[in-house]
C-alpha cells in the first residue's frame, strides 16, 4: 500500500467515524449488523477458497493409472493361456483402477463446482451488503448535513 493510499484508507475511516458519531442509535446498530455480516462473509469466503485449493492440490495428486495394454507388445494370438489370463488379470485391475480414479475425480469436480457456486453467492452478497452500507452512510450524512444535497445534483 503506497502512501496515497494510506491517507485515502485514513480519510475513509475518518469520514465514516464522524458519520458514526452523528448517527442515531439505530443507525450506528444497523452499521455494526452489516460489518459483522462482511467479516463473516469474508472469513466464510477464506475458508472456501482454502477448501477448494486443498481439492486442487488433491485433484493433481490423484494421478490416471496407466494402462499395462500400452506397453504390451505380444498381440493376444501370439500369448500363451498362462500369458493371455495375467494380461486379462491386469486388465481387469487395470479397469478397476481407472474406474476408481474416475469416480473420486468426479467427486472432486463437483465438489469443487459447489464451491466456486456458494463463493458466487457469497462475493454477490458481500457487494450487496457494501452497497447498503454505502448507502446507509450516505443517508446518515445527508441527514446530518443537508447541505451536501447540492453536490448530488
Not at 480519510?11 to 465514516?16: A, F, G, P, Q, S
Request: aromatic share 8%; proline share 2%; glycine share 0%.
Amino acid at each position: 500500500m503506497d502512501l496515497e493510499e494510506k491517507h485515502s484508507e485514513k480519510n475513509k475511516t475518518e469520514l465514516i467515524r464522524e458519520a458514526l458519531r452523528r448517527a442515531k442509535r439505530n443507525e450506528r446498530e444497523e452499521y455494526e449488523e452489516i460489518i459483522k455480516s462482511q467479516v463473516a462473509l469474508g472469513e466464510r469466503i477464506f475458508a472456501i477458497w482454502k477448501e477448494h485449493k486443498e481439492l486442487c492440490e488433491s485433484s493433481e495428486r490423484n494421478k490416471c493409472p496407466e494402462n499395462p495394454e500400452a506397453n504390451q507388445t505380444k498381440r493376444a494370438s501370439e500369448m500363451s493361456n498362462a500369458e493371455f489370463s495375467e494380461s486379462m488379470k491386469q486388465f481387469n485391475e487395470y479397469i478397476s483402477a481407472y474406474f476408481a480414479w474416475s469416480n473420486e475425480s468426479i467427486r472432486t469436480a463437483t465438489k469443487q463446482t459447489a464451491l466456486v457456486n456458494e463463493i458466487i453467492e457469497l462475493i454477490t452478497e458481500l457487494c450487496t451488503s457494501e452497497a447498503k452500507e454505502k448507502w446507509l452512510l450516505l443517508s446518515i450524512a445527508l441527514r446530518s448535513q443537508p447541505n451536501l444535497l447540492k453536490y448530488l445534483q
